[in-house]
């Protein structure tokens, strides 16, 4: 009889060791699936996880790192403050769509003037839009306890239908042709969140995601707000005694997490993707939360977290091209990676125990 | 604008099948959650499910042995979430979304040679003359046999749930873990036969799309129908009947906004569209009085610690 | 060093194994980049069928690659630069959405040639291209009018965008001229994807009294409502979808992309190649029209074909004048033709359709 045996403290060695673990095992399983697919496994392994990395064309998907994972990051940074807390924001991918219709309707406003500050207020616009449609799900919690998985994610479906209605009408190009999508912020210097070294895919988004890593990290291991994020999580009854005030909590977490998914959308919208459109969004917000979990909410967790993320989608879209495996397969693969990642960090809290035979 | 156009006869028929996929979904989820576990992946057990069924279907001829190998499909991949989360004690958040990524890859290489076929089709129940009736004949005596099957699943899980031992159990399990292990129940063991049972009653409202609502198989056609079963589940405030008031009111919202277009009433459509959706905000406002519904131990990891 | 030099070095590179397979010795690559995954059985499933007919046509003269499920944005940027880098010729673009990754990449791959799906900006080394789908939305509006007996139309659009609009008045002008009393109900899904949402929008049409509905989204959803509903006829959009002939089916539009994809690879493999701006219809052969049914009565398909024959000769425009806007104003003069540009970016109803265009 096997049992399981938790830990009296978390593994250091194994919270290190899981991950390396859980890719080799996806290495294994996936190159089964590769090679049932026809594919060579070695060759389809190498290819998305060496071939971005250190492969020929290195020099351009590295940065590519960086602007796939940015985002996640950015999103997932906020969510893990909420999910410490027992918060459950699922909605954050309509906060990414409202932070983008802001801080774009806020640029587009007064094109084509030219001005350094107009940047500056997208940014703080989108961070806005951000905040408020996270605000709903918080305010309805704290005024009526209605429950906020439910609240933030409706509000994903009514931001998708905004999204379409802005394409369509009020932020749509006049001069597209009656095509729908905003003008291109690319080529509106002022609003155009450029990358700030060339080529380096080094963009605002990739500064904001790398000060909420460290705004993270110092607040849950330095700040009192921090604590009180750690303490509800764990213990909320606890938390009450120690003056922890829960509503005053849902408000910072959800509008945090808002915020911060509210910017990853602006700076999208006004740098890779340049400009709004009906399907401006593309699911960010919801790989986010796999990445918070993997990241083990923890900031520095999460940025590795993020870029795995990241690598496996670059690498495998060479996949498909070079190989001609099928999106598909490539879907399954990450599903397998995070299986593994999610089920082998069982190790890290819990130990197996041999023998003796417990009613479990 | 002539609205005399909306027939709210056909459209009443047309909303019970139009609800029937978030139906069976949701009720299975809310077994789950009664459980006590939160499984976020009914999107991908529902899309599994749409195409299992539909190879079967299509590879014997006979649409109930299509609906069968739904559930079958449904519940074999929710076991692996019951893994996951049972026996190795993965967060049920992450472990949900992971399961809706697996899903849908797999459903889609596993219908690579399926698209552009027809499905043999499920014939509507004959009830002769009760279906003559008028009003009551095309609303109530005029659909297929899964869409009877559904609504007799929620009077199923109702009565179970509210007056046998197993439901007893069950509920048991999902209010406080810790008290039914001290109880002698077997708490992983009963969670995991909760669990493959919404993952079955997943993959057959993933089938009832795939063969008769569309009916075709096309890659995550799906299109987020496992979202809103989720959401049906709180709105429903746990409670089955619930479920199916929560079904037919969202089903219908869509259908009236349909309705509403065709008779030309000239509201934008972008806000018709989100309109269940914030109709399910106000409802889970006007709902959220009721704070006992939730499972005590929703979404919690089990470990029976010594 | 900058990332834009070593682009331009890898393209010098690139260039120099273009010129080298002109002399035979390599074969031509050819890229497509998919907005959905080729099992969609629509739009995505119709370019890539056109990827296979390169393939067969050219046999081991070519090469193909391609990447579906490809968001717009930054990521079909660099799935495109991927393709260019890994040393393609020639690369579609397959999605209105991706105008502008297609210039910014074809900026910086100058050697390399791109065709844009669907959009209106070009350069030195982008094409675009489209289809003139409303020339087959006039036949089905022909039929449409002809064979209806309640007079009422059922019309299911995806987004109002000018393509979708375009197909409605085309529809609608022909469907009128046969038959003056008809009648259109157009509802909007307003998503690109989703089957029963589809089924739902054609049993509500259906419901409400018509006896014909005409979709512009890609599933065989409202096929199968109307076969349940009986009485009902449909038309196949994107594919033949002829599982559902004679009846409810009794013809299709068909996007057929293998001519063009075919003629273009060729121009590269030949040096030919230039960018242009190809706006093709039923006479290339990129928009076929299926099979039209026996369910239609002998005269209304003698004139449905000649029509089609017509319109392929390019002897009968489908907007042909007198025509009036919506709200009654002039559009075209008797005999007057539209114009590619005004089509292009219609946005405006012709007169006699109820309802408002959405925005």
Request: overall charge negative.
């Amino acid at each position: 009889m096997i049992a399981l045996e938790k830990r009296p403290e978390p593994s250091r060695a194994f919270s290190y060791l899981t991950p390396v673990l859980a890719v080799i095992a996806t290495f294994f399983f996936g190159g089964l699936l590769f090679a049932a697919l026809g594919k060579d496994p070695v060759t389809s392994i190498l290819t998305i996880f060496w071939e971005p990395l250190f492969g020929e064309f290195s020099f351009y998907y590295r940065p590519q790192l960086l602007i796939k994972g940015a985002p996640l990051v950015l999103i997932a940074i906020g969510l893990s403050l909420g999910f410490k807390a027992g918060i459950w924001n699922i909605g954050a991918e309509g906060q990414y769509i409202m932070g983008a219709l802001f801080g774009a309707g806020a640029g587009l406003a007064f094109y084509p003037s030219e001005n350094v500050l107009i940047f500056p207020f997208m940014v703080l616009a989108g961070a806005f839009g951000g905040w408020l449609w996270a605000m709903i799900p918080a305010f309805l919690k704290v005024k009526f306890g209605t429950n906020e998985i439910l609240v933030s994610l409706m509000l994903v479906y009514v931001a998708e239908q905004f999204l379409a209605s802005m394409s369509l009408g009020l932020l749509k190009n006049p001069e597209g042709f009656g095509f729908p999508g905003s003008r291109n912020l690319q080529q509106y210097a002022s609003a155009h969140n450029a990358e700030i070294i060339a080529g380096s895919g080094m963009h605002w988004g990739v500064v904001a995601a790398l000060i909420a890593v460290i705004f993270a990290y110092v607040l849950l291991a330095r700040h009192r707000l921090g604590f009180a994020v750690r303490v509800t999580g764990e213990a909320p009854r606890a938390a009450r005694f120690a003056g922890v005030n829960p509503n005053r909590l849902i408000l910072f977490c959800l509008g945090t997490s808002g915020l911060l998914a509210g910017l990853a959308g602006l700076f999208e919208v006004s740098g890779p993707a340049g400009q709004v459109s009906i399907d401006f969004n593309v699911g960010y917000g919801f790989t986010a939360i796999i990445v918070a979990f993997l990241g083990r909410l923890h900031p520095i967790g999460i940025v590795l977290a993020g870029l795995l993320m990241a690598l496996t989608y670059i690498g495998g879209d060479i996949a498909q091209s070079q190989l001609g495996l099928p999106a598909a397969a490539i879907q399954v693969f990450q599903g397998m990676l995070l299986f593994f990642l999610l089920a082998l960090d069982m190790f890290t809290n819990y130990r197996l125990r041999f023998g003796r035979s417990e009613a479990a | 604008m002539d609205l005399s156009v909306i027939n709210p006869i056909l459209l009443f028929a047309a909303l019970m099948s139009a609800a029937t996929p978030i139906l069976l979904a949701a009720t299975g989820e809310l077994v789950v959650e009664r459980a006590g576990v939160l499984n976020l992946g009914v999107e991908g057990m529902m899309i599994l499910g749409a195409i299992c069924g539909f190879a079967i279907a299509v590879e014997t001829g006979s649409p109930i042995i299509g609906f069968v190998a739904a559930a079958a499909g449904g519940a074999v991949l929710s076991l692996l979430f019951a893994f996951l989360t049972q026996i190795t004690l993965a967060n049920q958040v992450a472990s949900g979304l992971a399961l809706t990524l697996f899903g849908l890859g797999l459903s889609a290489l596993l219908g690579q040679g399926y698209v552009g076929i027809k499905p043999p089709r499920l014939p509507d129940i004959n009830f002769g003359f009760l279906a003559e009736i008028p009003v009551i004949g095309p609303v109530v005596f005029s659909h297929d046999p899964i869409l009877y099957f559904g609504i007799g699943l929620v009077a199923a899980v109702w009565a179970t749930l509210k007056y046998t031992r197993v439901g007893l159990v069950l509920r048991a399990v999902g209010e406080n873990h810790d008290a039914a292990h001290a109880l002698g129940y077997k708490v992983v063991r009963i969670r995991t036969l909760a669990i493959m049972f919404g993952g079955a009653c997943a993959g057959m409202g993933g089938a009832y799309i795939s063969l008769i609502r569309v009916p075709q198989w096309t890659e995550g056609m799906t299109a987020g129908v496992g979202w809103i079963a989720l959401a049906l589940v709180v709105f429903a405030s746990w409670k089955p009947w619930r479920v199916l008031l929560g079904a037919y009111l969202f089903g219908g919202i869509t259908q009236l906004q349909l309705n509403l277009q065709g008779a030309g009433v000239a509201i934008p459509v972008e806000y018709l569209a989100m309109s269940p959706y914030l109709i399910t905000i106000v409802v889970l406002v006007i709902l959220s009085a009721d704070k006992s519904a939730a499972p005590g131990s929703l979404g919690r990891t089990f470990h029976a610690s010594h | 060093m900058k990332i834009t030099t070593l682009l331009a070095s890898a393209a010098v590179a690139l260039g120099l194994a273009t010129s080298a397979f002109a002399d035979g010795h390599e074969k031509t690559k050819v890229g497509f980049v998919y907005v959905g995954p080729v099992g969609d059985g629509g739009w995505t499933y119709e370019h890539n069928k056109g990827r296979l007919a390169v393939e067969e046509a050219f046999g081991d003269a070519v090469e193909t690659v391609f990447v579906e499920n490809v968001a717009e944005g930054p990521d079909s940027e660099r799935v495109m630069t991927q393709m260019a880098l890994d040393g393609a010729d020639l690369i579609f673009t397959t999605s209105f959405g991706y105008m502008d990754p297609t210039i910014n990449i074809a900026k910086k791959f100058p050697k390399v040639k791109f065709e844009h799906a669907t959009g209106y900006k070009r350069a030195e080394n982008v094409s675009t291209y489209s289809a003139r789908f409303y020339e087959g939305r006039a036949i089905q509006g022909h039929i449409a009018g002809s064979m209806t007996k309640s007079n009422i139309i059922g019309y299911i659009g995806s987004f109002p965008i000018p393509e979708v609009i375009r197909g409605i008045n085309s529809a609608y002008i022909h469907a009128k001229k046969v038959n003056p009393d008809v009648q259109f109900k157009i509802v909007w899904a307003y998503t690109w994807f989703d089957p029963a949402k589809e089924a739902d929008a054609a049993k509500v049409l259906i419901e409400q009294g018509a006896d014909v509905v005409l979709q512009h989204t890609d599933s065989t959803a409202p096929q199968a409502a109307a076969q349940e509903a009986g009485n009902v006829i449909t038309f196949g959009q994107a594919s033949d979808m002829g599982q559902y002939a004679p009846l409810p089916r009794v013809s299709s539009i068909i996007d057929d992309w293998a001519p063009y994809y075919i003629a273009r690879t060729k121009a590269v493999m030949d040096g030919t190649w230039e960018s242009v701006d190809t706006w093709d219809g039923i006479g290339a052969g990129m928009v076929g029209i299926g099979e039209i049914s026996d369910a239609v009565p002998a005269d209304v398909k003698a004139e449905a074909l000649a029509m089609k024959d017509a319109i392929a000769s390019g002897e009968y425009h489908p907007f042909t004048g007198p025509l009036k806007k919506q709200d009654g104003s002039d559009w075209l003069a008797d005999g007057e033709v539209a114009d590619d540009g005004t089509l292009a970016g219609m946005s405006f109803y012709v007169e006699g359709i109820e309802g408002d265009i959405p925005n």
